[in-house]
């Protein structure tokens, strides 16, 4: 029987729009700098952890759809996260 909401595109959208959309609202509160000045964050340490910390409400995403037994948005939503995931390699070298 397939359950309701597996469906592949669910989790790769979610998983790539959440982040993104808690990193636009939040940053320039967090922060105090406008978008223009992200170049100069890129060195700093703290902002590893806020693209860390922005990276939370995908893995709930996944671990629901782990738990729920959705395996399509299970996929969809690691292919989306993998982005995120290549964006802290590079902040951590």
């Known amino acids: 029987m397939p359950k309701k909401y597996d ?47 922005c990276q939370l409400p995908s893995l709930l995403v996944l671990f629901w759809a782990y738990k729920t037994e959705r395996w399509k948005v299970c996929r969809g939503g690691i292919l989306g996260i993998t982005p995120y995931i290549m964006l802290l390699f590079y902040l951590f070298v």
Not at 7 to 33: D, H, N, Q, R
């Open 7 to 53: 469906k592949f595109y669910i989790g790769l959208s979610l998983c790539l729009i959440i982040p993104f959309v808690l990193f636009a609202f939040t940053w320039e509160s967090l922060s105090g700098m406008p978008f223009k000045d992200i170049d100069y964050w890129f060195d700093q340490p703290v902002f590893l952890n806020y693209v860390i910390f």
